[in-house]
């Protein structure tokens, strides 16, 4: 009897320590709840990040899948939705984000217009199966873009008035430089003219002085000879006297 | 006699006078040294809204079919929300049936949200881009039933004049809130 009560008593045992393993060790995977609406402007971005948890206590290795965005609109140019990580391992007992990234090309949108998609986290089953599915679990979120008016450029607007500041200033250093360079020439010039005109003044006065000098020659000589003239019948009559 | 039972009683009144004394002295010391002080501290926490997953089984299996066979869609998935405190919508997806170098459709799958004898055609399962909301749904769960799940039955259509094998497929269900 003993035998067969501790063989009772081991086998409970065994069960109880494998259906406390079976639920401790079990990964489960879940998503902060509520269904958002992204407003985003037209050739703008727009980023939100997700939360998933792992409320077990083996990791999940996992992977993002997102859907193509669907809208009512006719030729409308889908958003480009991104998330990172697109795979990876929510660690026991814990939580991870995933930053998604939308933009929305200008391209046949306007505003007002909706699309709708879904971003799923899918874990990555190690479990196979030979003629038949696999059933892989997930948690998924259902994501609402809607367009909005584009914001104006103040990046294109910053950079253009940027260039015209840059324009004038060129400009008005150009008229400097410009006006700085001829006054020099002109102070040269007027050194130069300066100098001509001194070397002419010299050289004229010169001139002057040696007409002057000459006339002054010349008249002294008329003189001299008038002189000589009137001095010799003074002479003569001298002579004339002496005889 | 009378002297001593004098002398004795105002003893015994003198000592009950420090009994007295000291005792008043030793309590209001002990008030003032063990006094204690109340404060309140208040807490908050923040409960938010989530829900999870969790899967009866992890495969299922439609058995030996022959081409254009077709197998009821009644293989039971069970879908709960263990644990969370928000409703879930219940949303599926799948890939092709696969065979080394053979496939065929993911759409040869059905799902449906009762059980049925017969393979329905109405909701075929779709690829992982455009995943079906199957409009099952996982009700909140409370204290008292903090589990509650839901079903989802899949059947199979297996084509005809596909190359005998053995086929399998990918499908993911998941939850929503």
Redesign the interface.
């Known amino acids: 009897m003993r035998f067969f009560e501790l063989i009772a008593i081991a086998t409970l045992l065994a069960i109880f320590s494998f259906s406390v393993l079976s639920t401790t060790a079990h990964a489960q995977l879940g998503e902060v709840a509520g269904e958002p609406t992204f407003y985003v402007n037209i050739s703008g971005t727009y980023s939100y990040n997700y939360t998933f948890i792992n409320q077990g206590s083996t990791p999940i290795p996992f992977k993002v899948i997102i859907t193509n965005f669907r809208t009512t609109a006719k030729n409308a140019t889908e958003p480009i939705v991104t998330a990172s990580p697109m795979s990876g391992t929510i660690p026991p007992n814990s939580q991870i984000k995933v930053r998604t990234n939308v933009y929305l090309p200008a391209k046949n949108n306007t505003p007002g217009m909706r699309w709708q998609g879904v971003l799923e986290v899918v874990v990555n089953s190690t479990s196979s199966s030979t003629g038949g599915a696999v059933i892989d679990e997930g948690v998924a979120k259902i994501v609402t873009i809607v367009a909005t008016a584009p914001k104006p450029n103040y990046i294109v607007e910053i950079l253009i008035t940027l260039a015209i500041a840059i324009i004038v200033v060129g400009v008005a250093a150009l008229a400097y430089i410009r006006k700085s360079k001829k006054p020099a020439k002109s102070a040269r010039q007027r050194t130069e003219s300066k100098t001509k005109t001194a070397r002419r003044r010299a050289a004229t006065s010169s001139k002057r002085s040696s007409a002057r000098r000459k006339a002054g020659t010349k008249k002294r000589s008329r003189a001299s000879a008038k002189g000589r003239k009137k001095a010799a019948p003074r002479r003569k009559k001298g002579s004339s006297s002496r005889r | 006699m009378n002297i001593v039972e004098t002398r004795l009683r105002s003893f015994f009144a003198i000592m009950a006078s420090l009994l007295v004394v000291s005792g008043t002295l030793a309590l209001a010391l002990g008030s003032v040294a063990f006094a204690t002080t109340t404060s309140n501290v208040t807490a908050n926490v923040a409960v ?8 009866s ?8 079919l022959y081409p254009t066979a077709q197998h009821a869609d009644n293989v039971i ?1 069970t879908d709960s929300d ?3 405190n ?1 409703a879930a919508n219940v ?1 599926v997806f ?1 890939g092709n049936w696969i065979s080394g170098l053979n496939s065929f459709g993911v759409s040869n ?1 059905t799902w449906s949200a009762t059980s049925s004898n017969t393979f329905l055609t109405t909701n075929p399962l779709t690829t ?4 079906t ?1 199957t409009g099952i749904t996982i009700a909140t769960p409370t204290t008292s039933a903090n589990d509650p799940s839901n079903s989802i039955y ?1 059947g199979l259509n297996v084509p005809g004049a596909i190359p005998a094998g ?12």
């Open positions: 938010e809204s989530v829900c999870y997953i969790g899967l089984t992890n495969a299922i299996s439609f058995g030996s998935v263990p644990n969370g928000a949303i799948g799958t992982s881009t455009n995943p909301t899949f053995t086929y399998t497929q990918t499908i993911v269900v998941e939850n929503s809130c």
